[in-house]
């Protein structure tokens, strides 16, 4: 008898369910959401458990590794899907959505989820520090300029984040009420700026050791931030079968939707890692702005813009650029600006 054992997670505590392959409930459960409390209520159970699922969240990473350490087959399942399925039953309790999941589970009706390595979530987490922090000081910059605008100071908006505590603290400072209220801001600023630098730096230092970053920012536009933020979010090359499939899998394709004579393209999907998508668009940008030697990438690009526009020609190369960065990794190779350099 093969038995499938369901996890209904939230934050506090786990519902589960064990059923065996014809479907009927042998064992439920609740449980804290502790990996030792979770296999403490599996290992009590008499039968032979063939595989451990539960939707992804917020938990996904302590889960899997905690339970795969102990043996288990651990299937993460795609969040979409399983609300879509649930969403059947008339009245949603956590009870019931552990049955849900074990029924799924059962018949195979799930997209596997995959979970990233404890290095992407590494990078992950620098990357996200060093978002947090810029933002931050983004927002107590817009701040005091729009107290300053009260008093008539109008800063200039095309200087960078260096030079402004150097533009604004001399202002501050010849008037005693300014300086009261808001050379604090102006010190938290600073503060966080200097953190942020910092950020830079580690994230800098973290791409240039790694070889698989160096090698894909031979690419033009690609820098230490959409290197890292593309090697983190992928994670494992050979997950994906064919280079074209990154590009549907970061949201860069058009969504569709097609209903008998109707056939409606429309702008593209934003499924996947947000970040990922950002950092894609920016580099594509900078390909097409900033790199001044040419590729067959900028070449194709700015043919398209002439046609399309520049927003839909930097998309169409962002998504190019997905499929070229996988291919380099997949292969070893660095980016080749010319066809003499493929051909050989």
Same mark, same amino acid.
């Given at each position: ?75 993460? +399942?795609? %969040?979409?899907? =399983? ?9 949603? &309790?956590?009870?019931?959505? @552990? #049955? ?116 894909? +920012?031979? %690419?033009?536009? =690609? ?9 983190? &979010?992928?994670?494992?090359? @050979? #997950? ?105």
């Amino acid at each position: 008898m093969t038995y499938y054992a369901a996890l209904d997670v939230s934050l506090r505590t786990v519902n589960v369910c064990i059923v065996n392959d014809a479907g009927d409930v042998k064992f439920e459960a609740k449980v804290v959401s502790e990996v030792e409390d979770i296999l403490t209520c599996l290992d009590g159970f008499e039968g032979e458990i063939s595989q451990v699922g539960f939707e992804a969240g917020v938990l996904t990473q302590y889960l899997t590794y905690g339970l795969q350490a102990a043996g288990y087959e651990v299937v993460c +399942m795609e %969040a979409r899907q =399983v609300k879509a399925a649930l969403s059947a039953m008339r009245n949603k &309790t956590d009870k019931k959505d @552990a #049955r849900g999941i074990s029924q799924i589970l059962r018949t195979g009706w799930y997209s596997r989820v995959h979970v990233k390595s404890l290095e992407s979530h590494h990078i992950r987490a620098l990357l996200s520090s060093r978002k947090a922090i810029l933002n931050k000081c983004l927002d107590l910059e817009n701040k005091i300029r729009g107290l300053l605008k009260v008093f008539g100071v109008k800063l200039p908006s095309n200087r960078g984040h260096g030079p402004f505590d150097e533009l604004v603290r001399g202002t501050i400072e010849q008037d005693p009420a300014l300086c009261h209220a808001l050379l604090p801001l102006l010190e938290a600023r600073l503060v966080l700026y200097r953190t942020f630098l910092e950020m830079e730096r580690r994230a800098r230092k973290m791409a240039q050791a790694d070889a698989v970053c160096r090698r894909l +920012m031979t %690419a033009p536009g =690609v820098g230490i931030i959409t290197a890292l933020t593309f090697k983190a &979010t992928v994670d494992d090359p @050979a #997950r994906f079968k064919r280079s074209r499939t990154v590009e549907a899998h970061f949201g860069l394709t058009p969504r569709r939707f097609q209903s008998g004579e109707m056939d409606n393209m429309g702008r593209i999907a934003k499924v996947g890692d947000a970040d990922v998508r950002t950092t894609l668009y920016v580099a594509a940008h900078a390909m097409s702005t900033r790199t001044t030697a040419w590729s067959s990438p900028k070449a194709w690009g700015m043919g398209l813009i002439k046609k399309k526009g520049r927003r839909r020609a930097v998309v169409a190369v962002a998504r190019k650029l997905a499929v070229i960065l996988h291919r380099m990794w997949i292969d070893g190779t660095d980016f080749r600006w010319t066809t003499e350099a493929v051909s050989a």
